[in-house]
Antibody, heavy 118, light 110 residues
């Protein structure tokens, strides 16, 4: 069974750094792109970026380029989403999702709630 | 960037009724790479439909999708209580970037 298990909720302060994780299992982690999707409170889904764990090829939505860093460790089948300087506007739920070969997201993590307070 | 516009914003129906959800793309989508997701309150999205009309594994056949040019439709033939949720359309492609989602349609119990 394909599973993506994300790290737990985080409460941070403005200006702090943060890394959340997404561990894949039940499939060959290095053979599928993994995407990150943001959902702000009461809002819709926004694609942030996607990484190919085998070679760490990464694509970002332009509005997120430079704001976050996506990485992956194929030895532990884990993808990461990193902020070096959090803003209050980063408060949201973040989902990771496996990208099927053609391009849709067929499996999703349970989501990680990030709260950034001033 | 392709913009997806979903309508209506909210759809109020009763169990047993037929639901028709629309998604219009601002330009042509190749092949057609359009997916539909269901998101229940407090849960992650779930893939329902890909390729505009193919049901994902385990999705009941009361869910169906269709395409006509830049207009895409999700139909739920007979609503079950568990179908009341928010539905998103998404365009994707063979390159692993440039995905966009529609703003969502909330399907609520009348």
């Amino acid at each position: 069974e394909v599973q993506l298990v994300q790290s737990g909720a985080e409460v941070k302060k403005v200006g702090e750094s943060l890394t959340i994780s997404c561990k894949g299992s039940g499939y060959r982690f290095t053979h599928y792109w993994v995407g990150w999707v943001r959902q702000m409170s009461g809002k819709g889904l926004e694609w942030m970026g996607t990484i190919y764990p085998d070679d760490s090829d990464t694509r970002y939505r332009p509005s997120f380029q430079g704001q976050v860093t996506i990485s992956a460790d194929k030895s532990t089948s884990t993808a990461y989403l990193h902020w070096s300087t959090l803003k209050a506007s980063d408060t949201a739920i973040y989902y990771c999702a496996r990208r099927e070969a053609i391009g849709y997201f067929d499996s999703w993590g349970q989501g990680t709630l990030v709260i950034v307070s001033s | 960037e392709i913009v997806l516009t979903q309508s209506p914003g909210t759809l109020s129906l009763s169990p047993g009724e037929r639901a028709t959800l629309s998604c219009r793309a601002s330009q042509s989508i190749s092949s057609p790479y359009l997916a539909w997701y269901q998101q229940k309150r407090g849960q992650a999205p779930r893939l329902l439909i890909y390729g505009a009309s193919s049901r994902a594994a385990g999705i009941p056949d009361r869910f169906s999708g269709s395409a006509s040019g830049t207009d895409f439709t999700l139909i739920i033939s007979r609503l079950e209580p568990e179908d009341f949720a928010v539905y998103y359309c998404q365009q994707y492609g063979t390159t692993p970037g440039g995905y966009t989602f529609g703003q969502g349609t909330k399907l609520e119990i009348k």
